[in-house]
């Protein structure tokens, strides 16, 4: 700073407490009535995940990237003086990015903290006077001001200045001041965005946050966006029942939601988890905030603290806790195997060889019994036609028995899995085992069995006539942590016919997670159910959700078409597309 600076603080006339707004230019030391400005004053604190006593404490525990160490390190213990707490942050193994997040760091920890309702009145009340953080002992020159030596860059000062300013200009829109709700009035809403993982694991940008923001504000609701980084993002929302429908409303219409690219789109990726009223009158600061967390219990406690409801309850709307996803991936011996994080897997390519069975474990084509047409698949969210334009979309329920589902899974683990890939791997898109086998005489017995569902020509009107299920399964297995990204599917051509339709047959239903989501103007999941069907035109966008515990297995097939010529006969012994 330059300039000579008067230090001398005008104060009221026998007012007692703190000082009335714009009754000090300058503050020249945080301590008696302005000891609430400083770091060293005892103030509980939510900061990414968990629970310190003061500022200084948060500070201090954030050089340490994990919540665990932080804990163990005692920073969240309210027994730790203020001075031990600044001693311990100097012992502790500092993270190497600490000087370029220091100051945001430390603006997060003053947000946090004049989340008070009576402090940050305190702070408002200060008007326009300059807040300095001035010592005469032991020169801070980064964060305070030296007095004796005139020197010092005062940041803590600067950035209580500037949170401030935020909190006057949000005042109007945010009501700053405490307000009661009505039990009728006051809804909490749990929602978390069902983002393709590849925009998951990148993070949420700054301008979809900002927009989260913004909606909030424009219908005045509380709330928070809590990010588990590559794992979960979360909004917890309080407010009016009616404030919360035009929040989501404005969400799901405007484009402010991001495809697998990253690109706005108008695709439904907003999942509602939990809505109910609170009983009894809650008080609340009506803002809306932003948080990271490090691990799942953080992310179920800060949930918890936002909506005021039980982490048992937050974790039962949530599910099971999310896997992490492999971060390094090496190729091996010309990329028939892969390393995951050091551990190696085969893959099976799409080019892979096929070993072709002959059992027909369904029984002959002939005792087979037509099952048919199954249920259509509504992928609008009204009556108005969906962007896919009445693309086929059907699920056929019991098309296998729970013995003939179990038949397969043993036909494919004695054959053995390897991770899918086309060309390569990548976990990102799709990460799951798979093991291919040609059996014709299983692909004529479900032909029969689909025969009323199957449309006899198709596309409508393209006078393609269907010549059946191909002969290629493609099973396919989940472990934990294991998925297929959004996309659509391949279809294959030849001299045979060309396919136009997936059929995705689930063989067992122990295991979490997991489900077929298709991506339309909403979001449409299919429950997997162990030998239910589902019948779909390979155009239409859709994902396999992320397995949170067990072990799913599918079988993947084609249905394909011809434009038959009098008298043309049909081989079928070619290799088929990859899903």
Known sequence: MSGQRSWRVRRS???????????????????????????????????????????EHAFQAAKLRENQQRNSYGFTDSGLSFGDAKRLGRQ???????????????????????????LREKLLRTGESELVDGHSGSPDLIWGYHIPSQKGENRLGILLMDLRAQLKDKVQHFQVQQVQLQPAEHTVALFHLDWPVKCLHDGLPSAYATRLQDLAAAVQLAGCCVVLPRRKICIALQGQNSGIDAWEHRMRSENVDVNSRGRPCRERMLMELLRQKQAGCISCMQQFTHQEVKDWPSLLQSLSSALGLPSSKISSALGPEVPELPQKVQYLEGRSAVLLDGQRHALCLNESVATEISQALLGPVEIQTPLGPGIEIRLGSSKKPSIFGGKFARELPGLLSESECQQLIDLSEKEGYGLAGSRGFNPMARYAHRCLLDAPRIAQALTRRMATLLPAEYPVGSKQQLLGVNQRLRFLKYLPGMHHADHTDCAHEDENGKSFLTVQLYLNSSFGGGQTTFISDQLVPIEPIAGKAIVFDHELYHRGGMVTSGVKYALRMDVSYKAKLAGEAVARKSRWARK
């Not at 000082?19 to 004053?41: D, H, I, M, T, W």
């Open 13 to 55: 006339v026998g007012h007692v407490g703190y000082p009335k707004e714009e009754v000090a230019q300058k503050v020249e030391r945080f301590s008696g009535p302005y000891k609430f400005l400083s770091n060293f004053f005892w103030s509980e604190l939510n900061f990414e995940g968990l629970k310190y006593p003061s500022v």
């Open 92 to 118: 502790v193994p500092l993270r190497d990015d600490w000087k370029d997040i220091r100051e945001d760091v430390m603006a997060r920890c003053l947000w946090a903290k004049f989340q008070d309702p009576q």
